[in-house]
């Protein structure tokens, strides 16, 4: 059965930090384009970061200098550190997994994911 389980959610303050996981199984994300986006209550989903199979990344501008995306493939693990977290990123955030061609750039991926996770909802006070 393959999924991505996305964790590390929960209710922080206002310039405080959180780091979320997502771990594949059935699935190995080493070739992947790995990525992260977001969708606040009653917005359009945003894509955040970006990671592909040789590491590089990308961010949308403004999380930029705030947020880091890493990836661990001997743990088949995506995260995403999350610093000096503001109200505007309270959102759920999902994993997801693009075809290793995909094309990404400003923490977007061009493209239908091939799976992504159920969400992790983040909440900044």
């Known amino acids: 059965h393959v999924q991505l389980v996305e964790s590390g959610g929960g209710s922080v303050q206002t310039g405080g930090s959180l780091r979320l996981s997502c771990v594949a199984s059935?699935?190995?994300?080493?070739?992947?384009?790995m990525g992260w986006f977001r969708q606040p209550p009653g917005k359009e989903r945003e894509g955040v970061a970006t990671i592909a199979s040789d590491g590089s990344t990308s961010y949308t501008h403004s999380v930029k200098g705030r947020f880091t995306v890493s990836k661990d493939d001997a743990k088949n693990t995506l995260y995403l550190q999350m610093n000096s977290l503001k109200p505007e990123d309270t959102a759920t955030y999902y994993c997801?997994?693009?075809?290793?061609?995909?094309?990404?750039?400003?923490?977007?991926?061009?493209?239908?994911?091939?799976?992504r996770g159920q969400g992790t909802q983040v909440t900044v006070s």
């Open positions: 059935g699935y190995t994300h080493s070739s992947a384009s």
């Open positions: 997801a997994a693009w075809p290793p061609e995909t094309y990404c750039s400003s923490g977007y991926c061009f493209g239908v994911y091939s799976i």
